[in-house]
């Protein structure tokens, strides 16, 4: 097992200079920058049935987290996220079909500025989604508008989705939120140099991500090895789909988590993991 590191990819630092997703198709259809607040410019490449793949993910996290025909989403990240460009075909060329075409839904983007939290409230007040996805770092900003308009988010929304790459809120952070807004709220995990997702699930409250989609071990942090079932370690993972299996690294997150056993009933083989904060 060839283990990738941050680190290891970045090598000595060298400001400016581009990086370039191992599991990214030499053949591209779309090249997107993930993580514009990166030292590094971060570009992924992918071709149509990589995209097609990705796609998968994020349906599946979209219904895990109670999206179905008929409903409307908010997004209040950037168009760079994977949370949207893989939304809908409409944001992106060459996607044929986005998590919203795949469920029914109506997806409604924002934008990725944290200051542009008072018009996600106004999509809120005036289109009535079910479910908004936020960027983690436009939390704060969002509540102030939330508490100096005295915005009632659950009369317009009936959950909300905080996601991070490599990082998720803390349990503890997700309960004083749910208690601020008298709502539900979920996290979602995103690891975009892998393609990586993974949702809380609002039942088991671990997070769901799937086996055919991502090879998922849980690695020791000094010695890059597996740690048995259980063992709380570094979350390393990378997409099954992209490119030939021979030339795939596995790649070792900076996030801490231990597996669980699967049989949520939201998703009876669904790989189950409880992230650590
Ligand atoms: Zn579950």
Redesign the pocket.
């Known amino acids: 097992m060839r283990v990738l590191t941050w680190e290891a990819f970045t090598g000595p630092a060298l400001p400016g200079q581009p990086l370039w997703s191992p599991w990214s198709s030499s053949t591209p259809q779309v090249v997107y920058q993930s993580g514009a607040s990166t030292e590094c410019p971060l570009y992924l490449g992918l071709d149509r049935a990589l995209l097609n793949r990705y796609v998968q993910a994020l349906t599946r996290a979209w219904r895990?987290v109670g999206l179905g025909p008929g409903d409307r989403v908010s997004l209040f990240d950037f168009g760079s996220s994977p949370l949207v460009f893989l939304a809908s075909a409409f944001y992106t060329p060459y996607l044929g079909r986005g998590a919203a075409e795949h469920l029914g839904c109506t997806p409604i983007c924002n934008d990725g500025e944290p200051t542009m939290g008072s018009r996600a409230l106004d999509i809120l007040r005036f289109v009535n989604p079910r479910v908004m996805f936020i960027r983690r770092d436009c939390v704060p900003s969002w509540l102030q508008d939330v508490e100096t308009r005295a915005f009632p988010v659950n009369t317009h929304l009936s959950r909300l989705v905080v996601a991070d790459d490599e990082a998720v809120l803390s349990e503890r952070q997700r309960g004083d939120l749910e208690e601020k807004l008298k709502l539900p709220v979920v996290r979602l995990l995103r690891v975009d140099l892998a393609f990586f997702l993974a949702a809380e699930?609002p039942?088991?409250?671990?997070f769901?991500t799937w086996d055919d989609l991502y090879r998922v071990n849980i690695l020791d942090e000094e010695t890059q090895t597996p740690l048995s079932f259980g063992e709380v370690g570094l979350l390393a993972t990378a997409p099954r789909f992209g490119r030939r299996r021979k030339e795939r690294p596995i790649y070792l997150s900076r996030v801490r988590a231990r597996q669980a056993s699967p049989g949520?009933?939201?998703?009876a083989s669904?790989l189950?993991l409880e992230v650590l904060s």
Do not use: E, I, Q, S
């Open positions: 895990l699930c039942d088991c409250r671990a769901h949520c009933p939201r998703g669904d189950r």
